[in-house]
């Protein structure tokens, strides 16, 4: 089995790779999407996994005695999918309130949509994106000429509320940030099924306005997501409509510009916009950072900037043959010293961190171009010997076929479609999707305790929700003097369990 504590020495390898990679390439940069300034370019924290960090990508000690109890209902506290809550959540609110805060004259939620959408046009897209493979132009640049604001309800460009997200669980121990919230949209077009259908997911990285005290900081927010258990149907809207739209006394709302990319200095990061599209195939998913740009002291501009999708490595890196210039350094030395991450024994643990230059500006979920299995072949290379060698100093008895489906769940085609099923090795196996998405636009079969409710998929509803509600549940029924050292707590702050 291995431990996380054996994982402490990666961070040195992964800057070594970096400048390894910076300094030995001398080919010519490859053509990338214009339209958007290099100097403006978002700075990613390349170890923020937008799925696997914080303290719920760590082995949570058991609980200990406490003088409170308290449990969650995950359909009504980490995932919110009931019609009559989300309607009342219109993706015309979200554009406004951004238009709002950005200052920008003349700037329409329609504006800033359809600018949004032009970035799958040429010329502001092109055949590469950071040296990879970037499907341009795409038929979702056809948004770039509707309004998705009109006629509610029948209007097929529309983007309907599927869901609130609770991610308390991707809040570092440290308590600089309180996790991630995040809201769901599908087109109208989709819910029928089959075609046409698009995906947007705002995700917002919430900062802690209270970081001297650590997580503790972010109890509000534990607090008031606990509390929509059992709360009644109009506590739970004006709540949550509060907590994305205002935010919680102290606390700034969740819909905000710097909390979707905006926020490029101090010490708090800042979250993305992800889209899954499959408004024309291949079934692509891509990541956005929202990005005021200033005049001197004049807002001018704000637009949804193409980055690329975290964690995504470009699918050629693992092709034992791969001319990809980054390869040699990718299969000699980043992705090896990532094995004794991924060869985590726990489903929701194993992890990798990866580089942002090895990062692709899309993951095709259908097709070989980002199935790192097929790439990676079934015959012997050095690349596979790398990765055996890693495992045998591990003692693990993983094959380096295990490592990279591994890796490949970890990724957005991975995890939505590509690795359904996978065997994984020492047991595991990656749980199903619920065909390309996890919240789907048809309602499930079963309502949910107001009505109508979004289904969501079998991996969400078996394996990740139990893992966030362990996590959720540790984090309220834990305190200073129970016995038991949290990642949050610290020898200064509660030396009776520390």
């Not at 958007?36 to 937008?50: G, K, L, Q």
């Not at 303290?55 to 980490?78: E, F, K, N, Q, W």
């Not at 970037?134 to 056809?142: A, F, K, L, T, V």
């Not at 916009?273 to 950072?289: D, G, K």
Request: one cysteine or more; charged letters at 15%.
């Amino acid at each position: 089995m291995v431990e996380k504590s054996q994982l402490d020495w990666r961070g040195m390898l992964v800057c070594a790779v970096v400048a390894l990679a910076a300094g030995c390439d001398n080919a010519a940069p490859e053509a990338e999407p214009t339209g958007m300034d290099p100097a403006e370019e978002v700075t990613v924290d390349p170890t923020r996994h937008p799925e696997r960090r914080g303290i719920g990508a760590m082995a949570l000690p058991p609980m200990g005695p406490s003088a409170m109890v308290v449990t969650v209902d995950p359909r009504s506290s980490l995932i919110i999918t009931d019609d009559a809550i989300v309607r009342n959540f219109p993706l015309v609110r979200v554009m406004s309130q951004l238009v709002t805060q950005s200052g920008v004259a003349g700037l329409t939620p329609l504006a800033l949509f359809q600018d949004w959408w032009n970035t799958a046009n040429p010329p502001n897209c092109g055949p590469l994106f950071n040296g990879f493979q970037y499907q341009c132009p795409r038929i979702e640049g056809n948004q770039a000429f509707v309004n998705p604001f009109l006629s509610p309800g029948t209007n097929p460009d529309e983007y309907v509320p599927l869901a609130l997200v609770n991610r308390f669980d991707l809040a570092p121990a440290s308590g600089v940030d309180c996790g991630e919230y995040r809201i769901v949209y599908g087109k109208r077009s989709g819910i029928p099924g089959g075609g046409n259908r698009n995906l947007l997911i705002f995700e917002a990285v919430l900062p802690n306005p209270n970081p001297t005290a650590g997580l503790n900081g972010c109890a509000p927010v534990a607090n008031f997501w606990a509390s929509l258990t059992g709360a009644a149907l109009a506590t739970r809207i004006g709540g949550l409509q509060n907590f994305y739209f205002t935010g919680l006394p102290g606390f700034m709302p969740v819909v905000h510009m710097d909390n979707y990319g905006n926020r490029t200095t101090g010490s708090v990061p800042t979250g993305q916009v992800r889209t899954n599209q499959f408004i024309q195939p291949p079934w692509t998913l891509r990541e956005f950072s929202v990005r005021r740009t200033m005049c001197g002291s004049v807002p001018c501009q704000l637009n949804f900037r193409p980055v690329t999708v975290k964690v995504n490595p470009g699918g050629t890196l693992f092709d034992p043959v791969s001319g990809h210039p980054l390869a040699p350094s990718f299969q000699n030395v980043l992705f090896p010293s990532q094995v004794p991450a991924l060869a985590v024994t726990d489903i929701n643990l194993f992890n990798n961190t990866i580089p942002d230059m090895f990062n692709s500006g899309q993951s095709n979920a259908q097709g070989p171009e980002n199935d790192y299995r097929f790439q990676f072949g079934p015959n012997p290379s050095p690349f596979r010997t790398n990765i055996q060698n890693e495992l045998l100093l591990l003692g693990s008895p993983l094959l380096p076929q295990h490592i990279v489906e591994r890796s490949m769940a970890l990724s957005c085609g991975g995890c939505h479609e590509l690795s359904n099923g996978a065997n994984l090795g020492g047991g595991l196996v990656w749980p199903p999707s619920g065909g390309f998405v996890h919240v789907g636009e048809q309602f499930d079969p079963a309502p949910g305790p107001f009505g109508p409710r979004f289904r969501i998929s079998p991996a969400l509803n078996a394996v990740f929700l139990p893992h966030r509600r362990a996590v959720l549940e540790t984090f309220l029924n834990s305190s200073c003097g129970d016995a038991v050292c949290q990642p949050w707590e610290s020898p200064a702050a509660c030396p009776a369990d520390c």
